[in-house]
């Protein structure tokens, strides 16, 4: 059970983020990242989390200079994370604010593969790569065309494919 004030510190940090978690979470919000859902502010246990994906047990930190001191406390809270389950990915307000799209490749990448059987989200029409959406409409830049990208789907039982015996 989350205690009262760490509930209430969550909430007052969600209506006010920093600049760059404001950039982060623009890219996280939705299932942009792999279709996964994330929160933000998150309180989990004692403490607020940046960003938070529990169907994959994955936490997002996005450390400022404040963090710089406070390298014993995030280890501390890291092991306690780590304790219940969890992966913690801490990025600094650089990466973020200068090479946000490394870094959604980042956290997409510490996501399971669905050969796993977790079941990202993945297209038939493009050869089942995973799609990152990043930018203001979230649209790719240009849409798989079928007919380009056909030779990737399984043929259909009971028709022979050209080239086939």
Known sequence: MQQEGTVRRARRLRKAPTKVEAILWRHLR???VAGLRFRRQVPIGPYVMDFACFSQRL???VDGGVHDLRTFDDSQ????LAGQGFRVLRFTN???EKRPHEVIAAIAAHTPSPISGEG???SL???GSVHIRIGEGGAPAESPHPSRSAAHLPPKRGRKTVGSA
């Open 77 to 80: 809270r890291d092991d306690w």
């Open 120 to 122: 990202v989200r993945r």
């Open 94 to 96: 650089g990466q973020v």
């Open 30 to 32: 939705q299932r942009q």
């Open 125 to 127: 029409t493009d050869g």
């Open 59 to 61: 936490v997002v930190e």
